[in-house]
């Protein structure tokens, strides 16, 4: 449930916004409107990847400890993981929002992106983004590399796990039980990461907008 909201609302900060720019031939947003829109992105992209996380975490007890499966993942931790999420991402996201308001910026820029992606929009700024590049990175690193490690481990354990399964059903059960969830974590995580990591490397702007397309309109679509 927490996924499927997550989702609505990460697609409406950016595809509604795009299609008023198509429809009325129109590519102009505000500063206070790129900030804002700034804010629930970088809100909503990182619930998503807790989310994803903790459904993770939720097939790893699932089929490494069926027997204690309402145990491990009782109502109650999942409560508490939820808003644990939710503080989280509301202070990254916050502190990210924040670290732009002080840097200065030309009356009129252009944007190479369809919507106010958080890396564009600060190295557009008129002085050095050094300290906001070091947070953005620092961030991509714990929040992305902390939750891509736990996934790693869940998934390690799960096909550890069903290797050891005798017959070929419980194979191709406990398998189809994962594959949607890990085809949407694999797509999420590394057009995202490349997004994120990649940009230091390249200045191709058309391509990190596309790669941006499939984790902001495709993953939540799926």
């Known amino acids: 449930s927490n996924l499927s909201f997550v989702d609505i609302c990460f697609v409406s900060t950016t595809v509604p916004k795009m299609l008023v720019n198509v429809q009325t031939q129109s590519k102009?947003?505000?500063?206070t409107g790129c900030i804002t829109q700034m804010y629930f992105f970088t809100l909503f992209a990182g619930l998503d990847i807790f989310t994803l996380t903790m459904m993770a975490y939720d097939r790893f007890g699932a089929i490494?400890?069926?027997?204690?499966?309402?145990?491990?993942?009782?109502?109650?931790?999942?409560?508490?993981?939820?808003l644990v999420s939710w503080i989280l991402s509301v202070l990254n996201s916050l502190l990210q929002s924040l670290m732009v308001l002080p840097l200065p910026f030309c009356a009129e820029l252009e944007i190479p992106h369809f919507f106010c992606e958080l890396n564009?929009?600060?190295?557009?700024?008129c002085s050095d983004p050094f300290f906001n590049d070091m947070v953005m990175y620092l961030a991509s690193v714990v929040l992305?590399?902390?939750?891509?490690?736990?996934?790693?481990?869940?998934?390690?354990?799960?096909?550890?796990?069903?290797?050891?399964?005798?017959?070929a059903q419980g194979k191709y059960k406990a398998f189809s039980t994962c594959a949607s969830h890990l085809s949407v974590v694999s797509l999420f995580y590394c057009t995202s990461l490349g997004v994120y990591l990649g940009s230091a490397a390249t200045h191709n702007s058309h391509s990190r907008a596309t790669a941006s397309v499939m984790y902001t309109v495709v993953t939540p679509m799926l």
């Open 28 to 31: 102009v947003i505000s500063y």
């Open 64 to 82: 490494c400890h069926p027997l204690q499966c309402t145990v491990i993942m009782n109502p109650r931790l999942c409560g508490l993981l939820v």
């Open 120 to 125: 564009q929009v600060v190295h557009l700024a």
């Open 144 to 167: 992305g590399g902390g939750t891509l490690t736990g996934i790693l481990y869940s998934y390690s354990r799960i096909v550890s796990s069903t290797c050891a399964i005798s017959s």
